[in-house]
């Protein structure tokens, strides 16, 4: 039985220092065997920069970028003069010349989003109203998480 409790011990300290060294990510995919396909952040700002905003927009935070390992992306938020449903169809006409496929929208009160799907990146539009003016976020995000609501799969 001591020797039982000392292999446990010792098969402990190995995934935790694992864990600690490599990271919890990589350390799940060696047991599970999920394969990463990660897209790059170059890539994402690459498709990110080809959508042009709406003329009389403005960058209330300008795009920034985050690479987290395991969730990258390009966002930021704008400021516009238009009503929700016209921003959503102007981003459906931009997205879907530049190849992205319309994976969901939802409309809710004052607001109103849509997300599209291209190379395993996602595309979101969530715009709202604010009285006079319309806010609204932009952003390419990748994850390989798919529980997340901003996953799409590689082959989308």
Request: net charge positive; charged share 25%.
């Amino acid at each position: 039985m001591k020797n039982k409790h000392k292999l446990l011990y010792v098969a402990s300290a190995i995934l935790s220092i694992s864990i600690l060294l490599i990271g919890r990510e990589r350390v799940v995919r060696f047991f599970v065997g999920i394969p990463t396909q990660k897209v790059g952040l170059a890539v994402i700002k690459n498709e990110f920069e080809k959508i042009k905003i709406r003329d009389d927009d403005r960058w209330i935070e300008s795009p920034s970028a985050f690479d987290k390992n395991s969730i990258d992306g390009v966002s930021g938020n704008l400021r516009s003069n238009a009503a929700p449903a016209e921003i959503i169809s102007y981003y459906r006409s931009v997205a879907r010349g530049l190849g992205w496929i319309e994976v969901d929208s939802r409309k809710g009160g004052d607001g109103q989003s849509v997300k599209f799907c291209k190379n395993g990146v996602s595309l979101f539009v969530d715009a709202s109203n604010n009285g006079s003016t319309t806010s609204y976020y932009l952003g390419a995000v990748w994850t390989e998480y798919s529980a997340l609501e901003s996953y799409c799969p590689p082959d989308k």
